[in-house]
């Protein structure tokens, strides 16, 4: 079959021939028809060229070689900074990084992990950091792949989680490709993504680089943590190091997290101790295992109830002191309450109505205390509207809550004495009470449509938890779409046993963050699972792929509920609101005629895959075997379908 003259878009490997590609292909063997005539100026069109540079046969001549090109001393930099794994969709603008990476670096700390979209390649990052607690990199392919990259990276710049994105440039005009190499170059490349960044450089030099790669990383790790970007120059890349050229990558320090001020730590302890009935509540407190074990200890101190909004995994869901269920109650009648990472103060503490007249008030009672902690104070942008009303506390303290913790504990300590403590046992005991009540009540909600179809999502959730409560597990996907049934059932008592959500609510985080989860979990042995939205899925499908070539362990359970219902609800309020009726509301907003097969689509990418599964009875089955299926290091999914929420 002959091969397609079709141009290569944005993956063409040499783009329309400089000078030198010219030449070489104007030195190959011509067919008899192609000569000119005698005295007829040779003209080749430029686009011809090209085409026959990406699609012939390469001309058996002599090149140039370079040896010791600048990527190879990047990559040394890459692997000081302890980097595993590079995601990438490839790209010419860091041809040579991808070579080098490879060959020169052997593949390994870092590997090049393939992904089939740069959004993915991001969301994966965010989610193996939430797991790992530190970057792996992602190459990113010019204009083209920054902006495919940017939704991601705007999902984990408002979960403030470090991922590291190196992006391909041609800053030299001179020397870019004619074509679609200058509309894949930028002047200012970051520009695109820094309203939604931490930092970001476009080195000039591989000294600078090594600075700036060191610089960004520490950046990235210092609380509030987000994203960075730094541009990797092609020519920095390809261009030879000189011979004599003195290179040396800086030492990495990171930044100890900033701790809260002693005397408002003391002033808080103070609010705390003297409480009748105190509040923590808890969002991105917990960036470490130690976060979870510290807060734990705050809360048996003071016997004061925990509400985890769940940001992070920052509190056990069976401990007697979580009473996340009891929110609304225990915020009303509250005389402190203490903030932790609050992603949103303002919205804690306010009840809001959606109507015609948009209205809200306050839900704490005259005289209530606010404390808030939060490494949120020292890092705020403008533009993007991540940061939330403004909230009214009492003390604020700009710090890192996880740091701050060792010294609030201390100071509370301090505080107690023996009557305050049987007093403060007392209200625990009360506390654990109520907490036992709320679960029971939970678990009877369950049991309401066990037996319907589609399959409940706490059906869903059980039947789930059934499987693999015996292992060392970890979910690794968001629960408010699901009614938070796993939150609500599961004993979640670790800390990589939950990462929380996006952060900016951008479709198509959950399964690229999935699979960058599982890796995480891999070389651990944890079991891996995702209750995966069906719409979320359709944004990137093919990370599936990526997951089941790199054996990426990982068991995708889908919430198949036929509809982007979040949306179906809105249209809903809106018809009800203009006085038309809700029977048209699923036009625009549902996945149904045809209906989404997901199992075929996992199967054509590579994974194991059942369903779709309508009768509850056959969900079991389905999961045990798709779980042993996880137990051998692939990736598997079934497809559930299932109640809106």
């Avoid at 820094?194 to 990383?217: G, I, N, Q």
């Avoid at 209205?359 to 606010?370: D, F, H, V």
Wanted: charged share 20%; hydrophobic share 40%.
């Amino acid at each position: 079959m002959a091969k397609s003259k079709k141009e290569l878009g944005r993956r063409r490997f040499l783009g329309t021939a400089t000078a030198g590609a010219a030449g070489l292909v104007a030195g190959a063997n011509l067919a008899p028809a192609q000569q000119p005539q005698a005295g007829t100026p040779r003209v080749t069109a430029p686009n011809a060229v090209a085409r026959e540079a990406e699609t012939g046969t390469p001309a058996n001549v002599e090149v140039l070689t370079n040896e010791r090109p600048g990527s190879d001393f990047m990559v040394d930099v890459l692997k000081s900074l302890g980097i595993e794994y590079i995601c990438s969709n490839p790209g010419s603008s860091f041809r040579a990084l991808h070579e080098s990476v490879i060959n020169y670096g052997g593949n390994r700390n870092p590997e090049f992990l393939t992904c089939c979209h740069e959004e993915s390649a991001v969301g994966m990052a965010h989610g193996y950091a939430k797991i790992e607690g530190k970057p792996l990199a992602v190459f990113a392919h010019g204009t083209v792949g920054l902006q495919h990259a940017a939704m991601a990276i705007y999902n984990a710049y408002c979960d403030r989680v470090p991922v590291y994105v190196i992006f391909g440039n041609i800053a030299n005009a001179t020397n870019r490709r004619p074509g679609v190499e200058w509309a894949h170059s930028v002047q200012d490349g970051a520009s695109l993504v820094r309203d939604f960044t931490k930092w970001d450089d476009a080195p000039a030099s591989l000294t600078h680089f090594a600075e700036s790669a060191v610089r960004a990383y520490k950046i990235a790790m210092t609380p509030p943590m987000s994203p960075i970007v730094l541009v990797a120059d092609g020519d920095l890349q390809e261009d030879p190091i000189a011979a004599d050229a003195r290179l040396s990558i800086p030492k990495l320090t990171l930044a100890a997290p900033p701790q809260g001020e002693s005397g408002a730590v003391a002033e808080a302890a103070r609010l705390l101790w003297a409480a009748e009935n105190p509040v923590i509540i808890a969002d991105r407190a917990a960036r470490t295992p130690a976060g979870m074990a510290l807060l734990v200890e705050l809360a048996e101190v003071l016997q004061a109830p925990v509400i985890d909004q769940a940001g992070r995994m920052n509190f056990p869901t069976r401990h007697p002191l979580n009473q996340t269920e009891r929110s609304r109650a225990l915020v009303g009648s509250a005389d402190v309450i203490l903030g932790l990472e609050l992603t949103d103060f303002w919205g804690t503490v306010h009840s809001y109505r959606d109507q015609l007249q948009r209205t809200s008030q306050s839900i704490t009672k005259p005289g209530a205390k606010l404390i808030s902690i939060t490494a949120g104070d020292l890092f705020l942008r403008s533009n993007y509207q991540d940061f939330e009303r403004y909230p009214e506390v009492d003390l604020a303290i700009a710090a890192d809550a996880e740091a701050t913790l060792p010294s609030l504990i201390e100071a509370v300590k301090r505080l107690i004495t023996p009557d305050r403590k049987r007093a403060l046992d007392d209200r625990g005991a009360k506390l654990a009470a109520a907490g036992r009540d709320a679960l029971e009540r939970t678990r009877t909600e369950a049991t309401y449509a066990w037996d319907a179809r589609p399959i409940s999502t706490a059906r869903l959730s059980a039947e789930l938890w059934a499987q693999i409560k015996n292992d060392d597990w970890s979910l690794v996907s968001d629960v408010p779409f699901v009614s938070r049934w796993p939150l609500r059932l599961w004993n979640f008592d670790k800390h990589y046993q939950y990462i929380g959500g996006s952060g900016g609510a951008g479709v198509g985080y959950g399964a690229p963050a999935a699979v960058g989860a599982a890796l995480a979990n891999r070389k651990r042995g944890r079991l891996s699972v995702s209750i995966q939205n069906d719409g979320d899925l359709m944004y990137a499908p093919a990370v599936l792929w990526t997951a089941a070539h790199h054996k990426i362990p990982l068991l995708s359970v889908m919430h198949n509920n036929r509809a982007y219902h979040q949306e179906v609800m809105h249209v809903q309020r809106m018809a009800n609101r203009h006085n038309r009726g809700i029977d048209r509301a699923g036009i625009g907003t549902t996945l149904e005629d045809p209906n989404i097969d997901y199992s075929k689509i996992a199967q054509g990418l590579g994974v194991h895959a059942e369903g779709p599964i309508t009768d509850p009875k056959d969900l079991g089955p389905a999961l045990k075997r798709a779980v042993e299926i996880v137990r051998r290091g692939e990736p598997a999914l079934v497809d559930v379908v299932t109640q809106p929420r």
